[in-house]
């Protein structure tokens, strides 16, 4: 008798703990968190703070496929432990007023928002404190004035989880601080176009593991734009962009440009094959590796396949143990003039580099693989410009046989904009100081037909 009775209290248990994930029905009506709560058996409750809604999710709930679920008039929504809120339909995050979704349990397992197989989704003025935000399945979704901060790590390896392989995402103008693990990421084998633009990455890996602040991999298009990526020198282990081809995928396009990167373990690193231009970005302080022979590059392309095409103007390279280093690669271009300006390979050029270098010794750049290097018109670290002083800060064949040249001659000085004159005096267009063209005038010194004329 004792036998049965306890196999019907489990029996019981089984049941009741099956009904506390509430579904809808997936017949095209429009929920909102006011209509879950008022929904017997969503596991919802609410109060008023202060006059602004706050909502506890007890138990997970799910928006079916053919409902619609909108975020409006704002909030504060809190997950209890192992809580997932899923969205199969549609959904709308486009609220005027801000939620603020919240880890409300005791052990650090509320999940968040899981958006699963659906169309593209727009989350806009939403705050993730503690829970994340999951993308498995969709076509993609944009982020517009979001903030991530103090992640649990429960939805996956980052704050923001993109785990849907072709889709399209947008990330603007959105804050990422001090989670434990990556800010942004992406599994290797999910292939997703992702820009984002207009953000700030500060002391993302406070858990201080194996993983950059932007955990990323190859895509057709990847554009990082306008970015501030701040590291903290206590977090040894932590870059700011790593972006890899682990399983070879062909046509990559990937930009990294106009952004601040400092205070990292690396600023830049890549791993497989990939297309990537590297331009106008400022790197500086990345060197927070405990082992030079580990790290601490402020740019480091790696890439045993050789397929690797890269092309590096215009950066700020300042405080690293290396600035730039190659290790295997196809063809990585850090400025050259010897060719037309029509030519595909031209590059202008215009890297500087400052106090980079580990050991006692400076390294600029260093070349670790068998090809050559083009690196011309760029400013090296020494007091004067010339072949004899940038010998010194760039390792290459010369160096050990077996590796590659580095072309590094001519390199800019002040007067190095005469050589991108000589060709402008026969081509269109407006170039700036560092040699770069523009289709229209820039603010401030353009050269034009070989002169320089201001522009306001």
Same mark, same amino acid.
């Given at each position: 008798?004792?036998? %049965?009775?306890?196999?019907?209290?489990?029996?019981?248990?089984?049941?009741?703990?099956?009904?506390?994930?509430?579904?809808?029905?997936?017949?095209?009506?429009?929920?909102?968190?006011?209509?879950?709560?008022?929904?017997?058996?969503s596991g919802?409750?609410?109060?008023?703070?202060?006059?602004?809604?706050?909502?506890t999710?007890?138990?997970?709930?799910?928006?079916?496929?053919?409902?619609?679920?909108?975020?409006?008039?704002?909030?504060?929504?809190?997950?209890?432990?192992?809580?997932?809120f899923?969205?199969?339909?549609?959904?709308?995050?486009?609220?005027?007023? %801000?939620?603020?979704f919240?880890?409300?349990?005791?052990?650090?397992?509320?999940?968040?928002?899981?958006?699963?197989?659906?169309?593209?989704?727009?989350?806009?003025?939403?705050?993730?404190?503690?829970?994340?935000?999951?993308?498995?399945?969709?076509?993609?979704?944009?982020?517009?004035?979001?903030?991530?901060?103090?992640?649990?790590?429960?939805?996956?390896?980052?704050?923001?989880?993109?785990?849907?392989?072709?889709?399209?995402?947008?990330?603007?103008?959105?804050?990422?601080?001090?989670?434990?693990?990556?800010?942004?990421?992406?599994?290797?084998?999910?292939?997703?176009?992702?820009?984002?633009?207009?953000?700030?990455?500060?002391?993302?890996?406070?858990?201080?593991g194996?993983?950059?602040?932007l955990?990323?991999?190859?895509?057709?298009?990847?554009?990082?734009?306008?970015?501030?990526?701040?590291?903290?020198?206590?977090?040894?282990?932590?870059?700011?962009?790593?972006?890899s081809?682990?399983?070879?995928?062909?046509?990559?396009?990937?930009?990294?440009?106009?952004?601040?990167?400092?205070?990292?373990?690396?600023?830049?690193?890549?791993?497989?094959?990939?297309?990537?231009?590297?331009?106008?970005?400022?790197?500086?302080?990345?060197?927070?590796?405990?082992?030079?022979?580990?790290?601490?590059?402020?740019?480091?392309?790696?890439?045993?396949?050789?397929?690797?095409?890269?092309?590096?103007k215009g950066?700020?390279?300042?405080?690293?143990?290396?600035?730039v280093?190659v290790?295997?690669?196809?063809?990585?271009?850090?400025?050259?003039?010897?060719?037309?300006?029509?030519?595909?390979?031209?590059?202008?050029?215009?890297?500087?580099?400052?106090?980079?270098?580990?050991?006692?010794?400076?390294?600029?750049?260093y070349?670790?693989?068998?090809?050559?290097?083009?690196?011309?018109?760029?400013?090296?670290?020494?007091?004067?410009?010339?072949?004899?002083?940038?010998e010194?800060v760039?390792y290459?064949?010369?160096?050990?046989?077996s590796?590659?040249?580095?072309?590094?001659?001519?390199?800019?000085?002040?007067?190095s904009?005469?050589?991108?004159?000589?060709?402008?005096a026969?081509?269109s267009?407006?170039?700036?100081?560092?040699?770069?063209?523009?289709?229209?005038?820039?603010?401030?010194?353009?050269?034009?037909?070989g002169?320089?004329v201001?522009?306001?």
């Amino acid at each position: 008798m004792t036998k %049965r009775i306890i196999i019907t209290v489990m029996t019981v248990w089984c049941i009741v703990a099956q009904g506390w994930s509430f579904k809808t029905k997936g017949d095209g009506t429009t929920w909102t968190f006011e209509t879950l709560y008022e929904q017997a058996g969503s596991g919802m409750s609410v109060e008023m703070v202060d006059g602004v809604p706050v909502y506890t999710m007890h138990e997970n709930d799910t928006i079916a496929a053919g409902d619609l679920f909108k975020a409006k008039d704002g909030g504060v929504v809190r997950f209890a432990d192992n809580v997932t809120f899923v969205i199969e339909g549609t959904a709308d995050f486009q609220s005027e007023e %801000r939620y603020t979704f919240v880890d409300a349990g005791s052990e650090g397992t509320a999940q968040g928002i899981v958006m699963k197989d659906v169309s593209s989704t727009a989350f806009r003025n939403c705050i993730f404190d503690g829970v994340g935000l999951k993308f498995v399945g969709c076509k993609g979704g944009t982020l517009t004035y979001c903030t991530f901060q103090n992640n649990n790590g429960a939805v996956g390896q980052s704050a923001l989880v993109l785990a849907s392989d072709d889709a399209i995402f947008g990330i603007d103008y959105c804050t990422f601080q001090d989670n434990p693990k990556a800010a942004v990421a992406s599994a290797a084998n999910i292939y997703c176009n992702l820009f984002i633009t207009h953000c700030d990455f500060e002391h993302n890996g406070t858990l201080n593991g194996n993983t950059p602040q932007l955990n990323l991999t190859v895509a057709d298009a990847v554009v990082i734009d306008y970015c501030t990526i701040k590291g903290n020198p206590k977090h040894t282990m932590v870059g700011a962009i790593g972006i890899s081809n682990f399983y070879s995928r062909t046509g990559s396009s990937i930009t990294i440009r106009r952004c601040n990167i400092q205070d990292n373990r690396y600023g830049i690193g890549t791993v497989g094959p990939m297309n990537i231009v590297i331009e106008d970005n400022t790197l500086k302080d990345n060197k927070y590796e405990v082992n030079p022979m580990n790290g601490g590059s402020g740019i480091s392309l790696y890439d045993p396949y050789q397929q690797t095409n890269a092309t590096i103007k215009g950066n700020h390279i300042e405080g690293s143990l290396w600035g730039v280093t190659v290790i295997g690669c196809k063809n990585v271009n850090l400025g050259r003039t010897d060719v037309t300006e029509d030519d595909p390979d031209y590059n202008p050029g215009g890297n500087t580099f400052k106090d980079n270098g580990n050991s006692g010794l400076l390294y600029d750049l260093y070349n670790n693989s068998a090809n050559t290097v083009y690196a011309q018109n760029n400013t090296w670290n020494v007091s004067t410009q010339t072949q004899e002083q940038i010998e010194t800060v760039i390792y290459h064949k010369a160096d050990d046989a077996s590796l590659g040249e580095v072309i590094y001659w001519p390199a800019a000085t002040t007067n190095s904009i005469e050589l991108p004159q000589q060709k402008q005096a026969h081509t269109s267009g407006f170039y700036d100081l560092r040699g770069v063209r523009h289709s229209t005038p820039q603010k401030g010194i353009n050269i034009i037909q070989g002169k320089k004329v201001v522009q306001y």
